[in-house]
């Protein structure tokens, strides 16, 4: 793992094991993972225009969402002023249904550009959007180095899906991040 922990999943999948989430015959992972067709299409919470959101098929916890372009590109010097407008709108987007989804005590938002600052596939950019809790590293992270993952991925994707605003295209986004922890989404005045 490029993180240095193994995880140990409560409710394994066979084709999970049988090769899900690894990278096409010559081609980057996390392309092959945002293709409708592919096997891990079922991990695909909402694809827009220029960007889509993902499910990480290595997460740090439950709900653990990636946000790339669609393009494949390094860096965000690459990314057209359009893309990197979808890509934060869908970043925020994110961030807000993990909040209707997990109600966490907080999050991570983040990129790791380059290998040396963690990125475990460099040549495509993408940001992680995590739910974080007061206790959400155990012993278990502690003394065995690895995770406890307590949901699937088609679950948390399901779940994930089920709280994704359905407007997520408009270009208006009134909801505040407050409103959705609140459960009152749609009350809050935009800018």
């Known amino acids: 793992m490029a993180d240095g922990l193994d995880r140990m999943w409560a409710g394994w999948r066979g084709e999970y094991v049988a090769g899900i ?12 993972a945002i293709d409708p067709t592919g096997p891990q ?14 499910l990480n098929a290595f997460p740090y916890n439950n709900g653990h969402l990636l946000v ?11 990314v057209t002023e359009e893309e990197a407008a979808e890509l934060w709108r869908l970043v925020r987007t994110a961030h807000r249904a993990i909040l209707a989804a997990y109600e966490p005590d907080g999050a991570n938002i983040g ?21 974080r809790w007061a206790a959400d590293t155990s ?5 065995a180095g690895m995770r406890v993952l307590p949901e699937t991925l088609d679950s948390a994707a399901a779940r994930l899906r089920a709280a994704w605003p359905a407007d997520t295209d408009a270009d208006t986004d009134t909801d505040t991040d407050a409103d959705i922890a609140a459960g009152t989404p749609g009350e809050a005045e935009g800018p």
């Open 111 to 131: 990129a790791n550009l380059g290998t040396a600052a963690g990125a475990g596939v460099p040549d495509h950019l993408h940001l992680h959007v995590l739910p």
């Open 139 to 143: 012993f278990v992270t502690s003394v």
């Open 41 to 54: 299409a079922g991990w695909i919470i909402h694809r827009g225009e220029l960007a889509t959101v993902i």
């Open 21 to 32: 989430g690894e990278a096409p015959v010559g081609g980057c992972p996390l392309c092959g």
């Open 68 to 78: 790339l372009v669609n393009r494949h590109v390094a860096g965000l010097d690459a």
